[in-house]
């Protein structure tokens, strides 16, 4: 990411310093500007990589763990109780959501997934809950 940056920062810095040997001296707080935007947005996306879901069907639990950012929360459900069902969103705009859980506790899982891996998701949750070996599911496969 630090490479990309340099290279935006001397690209922007030639262009705006050029501009502003002309006269154009309104051009570089705008530079400035833009290569602040754009390195705060390859930051946000660079740490939004490292965050994940990870559920794992044993013969006992269901665990599912979550990671945003440096937070890590853990919910561990008893096998035969938990469920996996979908919420419908607010109105037809609104994604649906996919909730695992037991015992009126429902964690929402694949919020960044689209409705046919969600559904996806939930079919190979439901199949690894049924069957009697464990199975870990970190990743829709398509």
């Known amino acids: 990411?630090?490479?990309?940056?340099?290279?935006?920062?001397?690209?922007?810095?030639?262009?705006?310093?050029?501009?502003?040997?002309?006269g154009y001296w309104m051009i570089l707080p705008f530079a400035g500007l833009e290569i602040l935007a754009?390195?705060?947005?390859?930051?946000?996306?660079?740490?939004?990589?490292?965050?994940?879901e990870l559920i794992v069907v044993n013969d006992q639990t269901v665990t599912v763990t979550k990671r945003r950012g440096k937070r890590m929360v853990t919910h561990d459900f008893q096998r035969y109780w938990t469920r996996i069902r979908r919420e419908?969103?607010?109105?037809?705009?609104?994604?649906t959501h996919l909730?695992?859980?037991?015992?009126?506790?429902?964690?929402?899982?694949?919020?960044?997934?689209?409705?046919?891996?969600?559904?996806?998701?939930?079919?190979?949750?439901?199949?690894a809950i049924r069957n009697?070996?464990?199975?870990?599911h970190n990743k829709v496969s398509e």
């Open 38 to 52: 754009v390195t705060a947005a390859m930051a946000i996306s660079v740490r939004a990589t490292k965050d994940y």
């Open 88 to 95: 419908r969103g607010v109105n037809r705009l609104h994604p």
């Open 132 to 136: 009697h070996y464990p199975q870990v």
């Open 99 to 127: 909730l695992i859980g037991s015992h009126g506790r429902f964690v929402a899982i694949g919020s960044a997934l689209t409705e046919e891996l969600k559904d996806k998701l939930a079919r190979q949750i439901r199949k």
């Open 1 to 22: 990411m630090a490479l990309v940056v340099i290279c935006l920062v001397v690209v922007s810095a030639t262009i705006s310093l050029s501009f502003f040997t002309l």
